[in-house]
């Protein structure tokens, strides 16, 4: 049973435009929620994150919205750089629990030139 | 600032064999959490140490076993190899108490023949 869910397994987006990575969880107890990168032959470095007490949060060209109704969270890259051709995993946990981290399949995106 | 560093990098083993991966926390953590990621999946969590103790534990079976050393590096070990097990294995770490951000190091690449 994947509790974390990231149905679309690419994306494709011109350099410049906006990216959109889009994730779903069942789990209702998740209150706490993370997006990590990862570059070939590295391991995930962490992006940011959001607990289920805020709908948005932001950091540079990253933004991450909740929706907590619909199970729903989402990253925003904009612009969109070369270098944010990675792919990213969106996570859950259980906030202040020190709770395992679940890890949703991951979105390849791509950024054309 | 050292960050999480693993050993090994890439390894191959024999079926049936019995391996063992090494992990040392980024400074100033304390809990040690090991995940397996097979090609075109996420993160799974294997089980968390912490206190040299065994927290919380995945959907994984007894081959695979760790332990935590007083200076809070950590191995993991996995006893009757096998082809399956073929994976990156990813160590993180963080601090008690603020345990929903995880810091994960490069991976050891295993490979089982």
């Known amino acids: 049973d994947q509790q974390v869910k990231q149905n679309s397994p690419s994306l494709s987006v011109q350099e410049g435009r906006i990216s959109i990575l889009n994730c779903d969880y069942t789990n209702s107890m998740f209150d706490y929620f993370l997006w990590y990168k990862k570059y070939p032959a590295e391991g995930p470095t962490f992006l940011i994150s959001i607990s289920s007490i805020k709908d948005k949060n932001e950091d540079g060209r990253f933004t991450v919205f909740l929706n907590k109704s619909a199970k729903h969270l989402s990253l925003h890259i904009v612009p969109s750089q070369p270098g944010d051709s990675a792919v990213y995993f969106c996570a859950a946990s259980r906030m202040n629990r020190d709770d395992k981290i679940i890890f949703g399949k991951g979105t390849r995106l791509h950024i054309l030139p | 600032d050292a960050g999480v560093t693993q050993s090994p990098t890439h390894l191959i083993k024999t079926r049936g064999q019995q391996v063992t991966l090494r992990c040392s926390p980024k400074s100033g953590h304390d809990t040690v959490s090991w995940y397996q990621q097979a090609l075109g999946q996420g993160p799974q969590f294997i089980f968390q140490y912490y206190e040299e103790e065994e927290r919380q534990r995945g959907n994984f079976p007894d081959r695979f076993s760790g332990h935590q050393f007083p200076n809070y590096s950590s191995e993991l070990n996995v006893n009757a190899l096998l082809l399956g097990d073929s994976a990156l294995y990813l160590c993180?770490?963080?601090?008690?108490?603020?345990?929903?951000?995880?810091?994960f190091g490069e991976g050891s690449w295993l490979t089982v023949v």
């Open positions: 993180a770490s963080s601090l008690q108490g603020f345990g929903n951000t995880i810091y």
